[in-house]
């Protein structure tokens, strides 16, 4: 039994990190497409369930889920594995990186999910982030191996010789330290939104942010790591704002849920995690300016969702319509009144 797993192990790893491209793409669009279909379904009783059947996810929008999930895996093992996006030195092992791909696919599905539901019922149900903070935790203790990068990494001690400073217990205990980056980046995760939703409460009196953006985070972190999650934190406002803009521009609405852009980070660092990382990596071993760059993060995020406050509590001046000679009833004295623009982004809440 363990040496046919081991064969099957051998093969696997020959398979995803050896070979042309096509090969690559061949193999795991089809699984994405297969995953996509299971995805889409669970996706389509979500949102019944949440709306108590009033909402349907239309054939179309269950098509575009399964295409997005092929795309989604074909580009994933091409970057990885043909653009080496993820391959750091001091990261994962590369003996390891087959796994590390279905795991990060694992990851995927459920932001497609999260993603799904959220833009149509504007929550993220835990029925998707809590087995996906499950299977976070459980599969990097479990297997080991399956972190982008070390829970400690040190490169203000690095050695000409030997790299960065890394603690002697994560080379001695993988599967211990594998539980240690998922529960760091889990913790992390959900800390920083969860402080980032408290601070938009303080300075605009609302919930800017949900309790589903919240563990969404969590899970986020629990596969990724503490590092990761808040380059994923960092991007997401960014991939927001283009979303934002080309919504009102194009369909003209102005209330749009934050988790589908959280998902959107996520992704875009599984694909450009070396870039990230390597002009950034010495503020990871220095607390004191880590922490320096999370004050500076929320405190950019409280002044950000001020200057929205202000936007939001300047009168709008509608005018009404000229009465016609034929109605034969004279003009208003005044042609304006003050409408207040009271428009807020729905949060992603948490579902049950």
Same mark, same amino acid.
């Given at each position: 039994?363990?040496?046919?797993?081991?064969?099957?192990?051998?093969?696997?790893?020959?398979?995803?990190?050896?070979?042309?491209?096509?090969?690559?793409?061949?193999?795991?669009?089809?699984?994405?497409?297969?995953?996509?279909?299971?995805?889409?379904?669970?996706?389509?009783?979500?949102?019944?369930?949440?709306?108590?059947?009033?909402?349907?996810?239309?054939?179309?929008?269950?098509?575009?889920?399964?295409?997005?999930?092929?795309? @989604?895996?074909?580009?994933?093992?091409?970057?990885?594995?043909?653009?080496?996006?993820?391959?750091?030195?001091?990261?994962? *092992?590369?003996?390891?990186?087959?796994?590390? /791909?279905?795991?990060?696919?694992?990851?995927?599905?459920?932001?497609?999910?999260?993603?799904?539901?959220?833009?149509?019922?504007?929550?993220i149900?835990?029925?998707?982030?809590?087995?996906?903070?499950?299977?976070?935790?459980?599969?990097?203790?479990?297997?080991?191996?399956?972190?982008?990068?070390?829970?400690?990494?040190?490169?203000?001690?690095?050695?000409?010789i030997?790299g960065?400073?890394?603690?002697?217990?994560?080379?001695?205990?993988?599967?211990?330290?594998?539980?240690?980056?998922?529960?760091?980046?889990?913790?992390?995760?959900?800390?920083?939104?969860?402080?980032?939703?408290?601070?938009?409460?303080?300075? /605009?009196?609302?919930?800017?942010m949900g309790?589903?953006?919240?563990?969404?985070?969590?899970?986020?972190?629990?596969?990724?790591?503490?590092?990761?999650? @808040?380059?994923?934190?960092?991007?997401?406002?960014?991939?927001?704002?283009?979303?934002?803009?080309?919504?009102?521009?194009?369909?003209?609405?102005?209330?749009?849920?934050?988790?589908?852009?959280?998902?959107?980070?996520?992704?875009?660092?599984?694909l450009?995690?070396?870039?990230?990382?390597?002009?950034?990596?010495?503020?990871?071993?220095?607390?004191?300016?880590?922490?320096g760059?999370?004050?500076g993060?929320?405190?950019?995020?409280?002044?950000? @969702?001020?200057? /929205?406050?202000?936007?939001? *509590?300047?009168?709008?001046? @509608?005018?009404?319509?000229?009465?016609?000679?034929?109605?034969?009833?004279?003009?208003?004295?005044?042609?304006?009144?003050?409408?207040? *623009?009271?428009?807020?982004?729905?949060?992603?809440?948490?579902?049950?």
């Amino acid at each position: 039994m363990i040496d046919a797993f081991l064969q099957f192990n051998d093969l696997l790893f020959k398979f995803v990190t050896r070979g042309p491209m096509w090969r690559h793409v061949a193999a795991f669009l089809p699984l994405g497409l297969a995953v996509g279909f299971l995805v889409a379904r669970w996706s389509a009783r979500m949102v019944v369930r949440e709306s108590q059947g009033e909402r349907h996810i239309p054939r179309w929008a269950r098509t575009t889920v399964i295409l997005v999930m092929g795309a @989604l895996y074909a580009i994933v093992v091409v970057a990885v594995m043909d653009g080496r996006c993820q391959w750091i030195t001091e990261g994962g *092992s590369i003996d390891w990186g087959h796994w590390r /791909l279905l795991y990060h696919y694992t990851l995927i599905a459920f932001l497609v999910a999260a993603t799904t539901v959220d833009f149509d019922q504007y929550l993220i149900p835990d029925e998707i982030t809590g087995p996906g903070v499950l299977i976070g935790i459980i599969a990097a203790a479990g297997v080991s191996n399956m972190q982008m990068m070390q829970v400690w990494v040190d490169w203000n001690q690095a050695h000409p010789i030997t790299g960065p400073y890394i603690p002697q217990w994560i080379k001695d205990h993988p599967h211990l330290h594998g539980l240690a980056f998922s529960v760091a980046g889990m913790v992390t995760g959900a800390g920083i939104t969860w402080l980032a939703r408290a601070v938009s409460e303080w300075v /605009l009196g609302i919930e800017a942010m949900g309790l589903g953006d919240v563990t969404l985070m969590a899970m986020i972190g629990s596969f990724l790591g503490w590092q990761p999650v @808040l380059f994923v934190f960092l991007l997401a406002p960014a991939c927001g704002l283009v979303a934002a803009i080309s919504s009102r521009l194009l369909w003209g609405k102005r209330a749009l849920p934050y988790g589908p852009y959280l998902s959107a980070a996520a992704v875009l660092v599984l694909l450009t995690w070396r870039w990230l990382w390597t002009p950034t990596r010495e503020i990871f071993g220095h607390w004191p300016t880590l922490l320096g760059l999370i004050s500076g993060m929320i405190a950019s995020l409280a002044l950000l @969702l001020g200057l /929205l406050r202000i936007y939001r *509590s300047i009168p709008v001046e @509608l005018r009404t319509p000229e009465p016609t000679p034929e109605s034969g009833n004279a003009p208003e004295h005044n042609s304006t009144t003050q409408a207040e *623009s009271d428009t807020t982004a729905p949060t992603s809440e948490s579902g049950h």
